[in-house]
């Protein structure tokens, strides 16, 4: 891993928030014009180097957590984008290290009937976290603002309530103390294809095509003026949008994971070791037989013999 300037042990900012026209919806030759925030601090990674830097960074996910956990926050980090963009992908590398009673998840299914007759905002509310708690929202009420508007699922009121709504709905939650970070994942329509394409080969990968997915591609300019005119409704100072060049998925995954341990000042509670106690004597105890239970049917043995189970 070759890198410009050393690197520290601490994950610290790689640039201010900046304003920027979103390349997903530009020419070829827009793109070398419109080229994203250069980081003081570069790393140019290969595979091994980005395998040992994200181990790195998960660890420090983690002292997050109990920092967290520790000081009672209440942290919201939304991920919206295109399609493929490798929202979920960036998700699952924050959290696999992480305790899921601490950092969860939420990904909504569409609304009910039921819930569609709600305040708009309702069902997002009941997912908002507690005390010591994280949440990750793999897509949110910005729903509204992308494939609900482009596909006509909601009205133009509905819409423009929305717009006008978001912002206030935001800055009442940091007022009540949550911190809200909001990421969009930024692809180029080469890549969305190159991956689309990827899924439809992989027959594991191939139920996360949906026909929304497909008419995504149908609607590319559509979604990019509805993308624009939400981050210009959206943006504001209490929440920014912060924008992911997720081209590359492994560079995207680093950075964004990066820049959210910047975004929290935290330090270092992790647990000291501890020593584990003896395993309690049988105490004359005798164990019902074995054939008395219902095993799995081992399949795969290990190659050497394994020691004694519960």
Request: proline share 7%; net charge positive.
């Amino acid at each position: 891993m070759s890198k410009k300037h050393k690197d520290g042990d601490k994950p610290h900012p790689d640039g201010k928030h900046t304003r920027q026209v979103e390349p997903d919806h530009l020419t070829p030759t827009a793109l070398h014009m419109s080229t994203p925030a250069v980081a003081e601090e570069q790393i140019f990674l290969t595979k091994k180097s980005y395998e040992k830097e994200l181990a790195r960074l998960q660890v420090e996910l983690v002292k997050l957590q109990e920092w967290i956990r520790a000081r009672g926050l209440k942290v919201v980090v939304i991920f919206e984008g295109r399609d493929a963009a490798g929202k979920g992908g960036a998700i699952k590398r924050i959290t696999e290290s992480l305790n899921p009673r601490v950092c969860r998840v939420v990904a909504l299914p569409t609304p009910t009937e039921r819930e569609k007759t709600q305040w708009y905002f309702q069902r997002y509310v009941s997912h908002l976290p507690a005390a010591g708690e994280m949440v990750l929202f793999d897509r949110s009420w910005y729903n509204r603002a992308g494939v609900e508007r482009v596909m006509g699922f909601c009205t133009e009121d509905e819409y423009r309530e929305f717009l006008r709504s978001v912002p206030e709905f935001e800055r009442m939650l940091v007022r009540s103390g949550i911190i809200l970070i909001k990421y969009w994942f930024s692809v180029s329509d080469r890549e969305q294809e190159k991956r689309f394409q990827a899924r439809i080969d992989d027959p594991t990968k191939r139920w996360k095509l949906s026909p929304m997915d497909m008419q995504s591609r149908a609607r590319w300019v559509e979604y990019s003026k509805a993308k624009d005119e939400m981050f210009a409704h959206t943006d504001i100072k209490q929440a920014p949008w912060y924008v992911v060049n997720a081209d590359n998925k492994m560079c995207a995954r680093l950075n964004c994971i990066r820049h959210l341990l910047s975004l929290i000042p935290y330090e270092d509670l992790t647990p000291e070791p501890i020593v584990l106690p003896p395993r309690q004597a049988d105490q004359g105890y005798v164990r019902p037989p074995i054939t008395d239970q219902t095993f799995v049917p081992q399949v795969y043995l290990p190659e050497s013999k394994g020691e004694d189970q519960d």
